[in-house]
Antibody, heavy 122, light 110 residues
Framework: QVQLQESGPGLVKPSGTLSLTCDVS?????????WSWVRQPPGKGLEWIAE???????NYNPSLRGRVTISVDKSKNQFSLKLNSVTAADTAVYYC???????????????WGQGTLVTVSS | VMTQSPDTLAVSPGETATINCQSS????????????LSWYQQKSGQVPKLLIK???TRESGVPDRFSGSGSGTDFTLTISSLQAEDVAVYYC????????FGQGTKVEIK
């Protein structure tokens, strides 16, 4: 059974870069086509950030495009997120998730990591 | 844009909870006649859990008191015979285009 685990700094300074990694265990990252990042500000709802395929194709939320980079490392069975020029508004729990492949379209998220809280503060 | 109603819902144990989700555009894909709409449950301090996919298909292991219905732009999540363990925030999500979630509906016990 696939499990996901996020890791990265819990505190990032304003204007800095948020960097997170999601380790995929219990299966190969190539066993599923798409992998995503979703975030949730404290006490608020869910926001999809970006997705990447195991071959490296990417799609981004237009509201964040230009600040976000998602990447994959098949050799390490992990994928990563970088968000630059962060502000307090980027403070959130960041989840990595497995996305069902709807044969070329977006999908639902059927497996989630435990989430990691990233706080943007000086 | 996905809009859920109500924002909060208090239901007596054993009664039925009904949550609505409206999309600003149709999520029914003509290529496969499927509604690209899912529902999640998030209990306090926990990770979102997939309940329903394709608007009405229950995920494996999800109790059958949870059911999804609707098509096009209007959808409903129904929790029959509400139990204390169903207290949570419920989100709808469309995946027809760039994934977006509803703002969430908090279900409480009356």
């Amino acid at each position: 059974q696939v499990q996901l685990q996020e890791s990265g700094p819990g505190l990032v300074k304003p204007s800095g870069t948020l960097s997170l990694t999601c380790d995929v265990s219990g299966g190969s990252i190539t066993s599923n086509k798409w992998w995503s990042w979703v975030r949730q500000p404290p006490g608020k709802g869910l926001e999809w950030i970006a997705e990447i395929s195991h071959s490296g194709s990417t799609n981004y939320n237009p509201s964040l495009r230009g600040r976000v980079t998602i990447s994959v490392d098949k050799s390490k069975n992990q994928f990563s997120l970088k968000l630059n020029s962060v502000t307090a508004a980027d403070t959130a729990v960041y989840y990595c998730a497995r996305e069902y492949d709807s044969d070329g379209y977006y999908g639902y998220f059927d497996c989630w990591g435990q989430g990691t809280l990233v706080t943007v503060s000086s | 844009v996905m809009t859920q109603s109500p924002d909060t819902l208090a239901v007596s144990p054993g009664e039925t909870a009904t949550i609505n989700c409206q999309s600003s555009q149709s999520v029914l894909h003509s290529s496969d006649n499927k509604n690209y709409l899912s529902w999640y449950q998030q209990k306090s301090g926990q990770v979102p859990k997939l309940l329903i996919k394709w608007a009405s298909t229950r995920e494996s292991g999800v109790p059958d008191r949870f059911s999804g219905s609707g098509s096009g732009t209007d959808f409903t999540l129904t929790i029959s015979s509400l139990q204390a363990e169903d207290v949570a925030v419920y989100y709808c999500q469309q995946y027809y285009k760039t994934p977006t979630f509803g703002q969430g509906t908090k279900v409480e016990i009356k």
